[in-house]
């Protein structure tokens, strides 16, 4: 079983940036393909962005494509999500995730592991 801990939520203005991180323990991070999820009040949970076991194939929802990128230092046991250029709709509480299988996959359900989350907050 792994454990998963977000960090580096906070408040920012538009336009400005953030980095969130996720530190896995208890299993090596590279077994796991990994997504961010994010929950706004009053709406379901949405996948932000992904990556693979290796990092070579990511995935990202059409309205962060170009603003945010996801990566990951498999040595770290770390995924990290750069945010860059937010808007007020990013508000939210971002969760990443960790799922066995080899692909992205786009639905909440199918994560076996999940942090506690970290707010995001961006003011207009």
């Known amino acids: 079983q792994v454990q998963l801990v977000e960090s580096g939520g906070g408040l920012v203005q538009a336009g400005g940036s953030l980095r969130l991180s996720c530190a896995a323990s208890?299993?090596?991070?590279?077994?796991?393909?990994i997504g961010w999820f994010r929950q706004a009040p009053g709406k379901e949970r949405e996948i932000v962005a992904g990556?693979?076991?290796?990092?070579?194939?990511?995935y990202y929802i059409d309205s962060v494509k170009g603003r945010f990128t996801i990566s990951r230092d498999n040595g770290k046991n770390t995924v990290f999500l750069q945010m860059n250029s937010l808007k007020p709709e990013d508000t939210a509480v971002y969760f990443c995730a960790a799922d066995l299988m080899y692909m992205v996959r786009t639905t909440a359900g199918s994560y076996d592991y999940w942090g506690q989350g970290t707010q995001v907050t961006v003011s207009s």
């Open positions: 990556i693979t076991r290796s990092g070579s194939t990511t």
């Open positions: 208890g299993r090596t991070l590279s077994n796991y393909v």
